[in-house]
């Protein structure tokens, strides 16, 4: 799928809320990119991504990224030190099979919406809100593009 049609067939203020309502449950920070390029290796271009996004530099490690490369119908959802030592590979692939499941139906917005509300589930589990301390929005609530 060219990258004109996908973005086209997204509502970026749908995901922008719901990576919004994410982060507010949490101290964590989530990120959605998609990209023009060709790729063969999801997760090493989501890894790659995550560097050149800056997200290694949250306080608590506690970023997850959801890339997607359309062209190559290939979609990655990488989280951080802190917070994959949190959850694990298995949760990664859970999220991806939901996603997964309505990109196929052609539901894109909401599979990354679905993807952005089980990544700010866990980010509530284990990095939540601390009281009495002001959390501050380390990364854009945007759908970041190249």
Known sequence: MKVKSFLGAVEHDRVVQAIRDAEARSAGEIRVHVTAKSIDDAQAAAAAQFEALGMTKTADRNGILIYIAPQSQKFAIIGD???????????????????????????????????????????????????????????PDTVSED
């Open 81 to 139: 030190t802190g917070i994959h030592a949190k959850c694990g590979t298995d949760f990664w692939h859970s999220v991806a099979k939901v996603m997964g499941d309505d990109f196929r139906g052609g539901r894109f917005t909401d599979g990354i919406v679905k993807g952005v509300s089980q990544a700010g589930e866990v980010l509530a589990r284990n990095f939540p809100r601390t009281a009495g301390r002001t959390d501050v929005n380390e990364l």
